[in-house]
């Protein structure tokens, strides 16, 4: 269902009005193929795709003009079948069905490039109660592993970093500095905006380089390795010209962003 929304959705950016025209889609029990063009398909190609189907026993979900009484035949689904599927996402319900729809099977495109992202939070109670009956293996866990580190992220970070930072901070406190709870806000702070940043490029460099795991590890390598130059010369900076090293910082952030809004669209 998620392939066919996206060929639709990508019919329409190229301007195609009644993309139905330019679709196949058939199916067995465990294997679709998808067929898309560039033009609308001919009659003798819907004939030709009819007769593989009946002699393999394929069941045709869509091809222009299909009657409901060719779909869900020789491997029968229970509604939503691909065809049901297929009449929605090509009709004027498509928003209603894609919000209505139990797993995310919304287009996929470049701002939202996973694919295989199908679970919703909303379905996990279900699923859960459905466990004795095997409902757990629709379960992304992924997206369990990533909230539970997340958890072990945050407790760790207050047992060593924070807890051990109070009473030494109390202990060593200048007069006139800030609270050590200034201080912890101010670096998880920027922490949080190095990832955001560092996520915007990821996925621009994911379309360059073409896989997502060469893009973090080209993006954080690059982040780490001028973070760690700029932390060095920052007190060098500061030493020499105290009163331009805002100035130039400011500056520095203006010209990248310049060039990821500017520049990198048109190249990747």
């Given at each position: 269902m998620k392939l066919f929304a996206t060929a639709i959705a990508a019919l329409e950016a190229e301007g195609e009005t009644s993309p139905a025209r330019r679709i196949v889609l058939l199916h067995d029990w465990s294997t679709a193929t998808l067929l898309v063009k560039h033009s609308p398909f001919a009659e003798r190609e819907t004939t030709a795709v009819r007769r593989f189907a009946a002699e393999r026993q394929f069941d045709?979900?869509?091809?222009?003009?299909?009657?409901?009484?060719?779909?869900?035949?020789?491997?029968?689904?229970?509604?939503?079948?691909l065809h049901d599927a297929a009449l929605a996402l090509l009709g004027s319900e498509r928003s209603a069905f894609l919000a209505g729809y139990k797993f995310d099977i919304r287009p996929a495109t470049d701002d939202r490039p996973f694919f295989y992202r199908f679970f919703r939070w909303k379905l996990l109670p279900e699923l859960v109660a459905l466990r004795v009956q095997g409902g757990l293996v629709f379960v992304d866990s992924g997206y369990l592993v990533s909230l539970l580190a997340l958890l072990q992220a945050v407790a760790a970070a207050i047992i060593l970093?924070?807890?051990?930072?109070?009473?030494l901070a109390r202990e060593r406190r200048?007069?006139?500095?800030?609270?050590?709870?200034?201080?912890?806000?101010?670096?998880?702070?920027?922490?949080?905006?190095?990832?955001?940043?560092?996520?915007?490029?990821?996925?621009?460099?994911?379309?360059?380089?073409?896989?997502?795991?060469?893009?973090?590890?080209?993006?954080?390598?690059?982040?780490?390795?001028?973070?760690?130059?700029?932390?060095?010369?920052?007190?060098?900076?500061?030493?020499?010209w105290p009163n331009a090293?805002?100035?130039?910082?400011?500056?520095?952030?203006?010209?990248?962003?310049?060039?990821?809004i500017l520049v990198l669209p048109p190249l990747f």
């Open positions: 045709l979900a869509w091809y222009p003009g299909i009657a409901p009484s060719e779909a869900n035949r020789y491997h029968r689904m229970v509604p939503p079948s970093i924070l807890l051990p930072l109070a009473p200048k007069p006139g500095a800030p609270a050590w709870w200034r201080i912890a806000f101010y670096f998880l702070f920027l922490g949080l905006a190095f990832l955001l940043v560092e996520i915007g490029f990821i996925h621009r460099f994911s379309l360059f380089l073409g896989h997502p795991l060469t893009a973090i590890a080209v993006t954080l390598a690059s982040f780490l390795v001028s973070a760690g130059v700029g932390s060095g010369m920052s007190g060098r900076f500061a030493e020499r090293a805002i100035p130039l910082a400011v500056a520095a952030i203006v010209a990248l962003g310049t060039v990821y």
